[in-house]
């Protein structure tokens, strides 16, 4: 990392995700356990480098039985596969605070290419002299294409659970202010 290192605030921060449950709700849940690695520039965010790592055995729906078959080896096989990762490969300007992350996501140590959508806010300068900025970032990823195959045929057709899962980002991120300083 260059001296543009921020630190992500996981207090300010969530990783979540919605997919839609017997083709009729969505359930949303979050990981609540994870950390990463920004180096980002405000003056030339197409340079921005980032490193996510989750842990899947952090996954939460508030429906604890549900977290026990989602970190199953029907789902994430937390304990044969206990990180999701997020590498970015690449940067792309949009407009207007707008960018394209490309970057290889890894889940159940299948690894695929993803685009996440994303804004930028900031930076400001926060009371203690330190600079933050707000990242949001979206994608959609097929399951399957991660491993994540299991599902339930309803009596009524359709299945049990979407294919397509929604993964919403919201990171604030900050440098102290002797590293904004400098």
């Given at each position: 990392?260059?001296?543009?290192g921020?630190?992500?605030?996981a207090?300010?921060?969530?990783?979540?995700?919605?997919?839609?449950h017997?083709m009729?709700a969505?359930?949303?849940?979050?990981?609540?356990?994870?950390?990463?690695?920004?180096?980002?520039?405000?003056?030339?965010p197409?340079?921005?480098v980032?490193?996510v790592?989750i842990?899947?055995?952090?996954?939460?729906?508030?429906?604890?039985?549900?977290?026990?078959?989602?970190?199953s080896?029907?789902?994430?096989?937390?304990?044969?596969?206990p990180?999701?990762?997020?590498r970015s490969?690449?940067?792309?300007?949009?407009?207007?605070?707008?960018?394209?992350?490309h970057?290889?996501?890894?889940?159940?140590?299948?690894?695929r290419p993803?685009?996440?959508?994303?804004?930028?806010?900031?930076?400001?300068?926060?009371?203690?002299?330190?600079r933050?900025?707000g990242?949001?970032?979206?994608t959609?990823?097929?399951r399957?294409?991660?491993?994540?195959?299991?599902?339930?045929?309803?009596?009524?057709?359709?299945?049990?659970?979407?294919?397509?899962?929604?993964?919403?980002?919201?990171?604030?991120?900050?440098q102290?202010?002797?590293?904004?300083?400098?």
């Amino acid at each position: 990392m260059s001296t543009h290192g921020w630190q992500l605030v996981a207090a300010h921060s969530s990783i979540g995700f919605t997919v839609r449950h017997m083709m009729v709700a969505k359930v949303r849940g979050e990981f609540t356990a994870w950390s990463g690695a920004l180096d980002f520039d405000p003056e030339h965010p197409e340079r921005t480098v980032v490193a996510v790592d989750i842990d899947a055995k952090s996954i939460d729906t508030r429906t604890p039985q549900r977290d026990d078959h989602l970190r199953s080896a029907d789902f994430l096989d937390a304990e044969r596969f206990p990180a999701i990762t997020f590498r970015s490969t690449r940067v792309e300007a949009v407009g207007g605070g707008d960018f394209k992350v490309h970057g290889d996501l890894t889940i159940r140590g299948v690894t695929r290419p993803v685009v996440l959508d994303a804004t930028v806010d900031g930076p400001v300068t926060d009371t203690w002299g330190g600079r933050r900025t707000g990242f949001s970032a979206r994608t959609a990823i097929d399951r399957k294409d991660f491993g994540l195959v299991w599902n339930m045929v309803l009596e009524a057709g359709g299945f049990a659970v979407a294919d397509r899962v929604d993964i919403q980002l919201e990171i604030e991120a900050m440098q102290p202010a002797a590293a904004a300083a400098a």
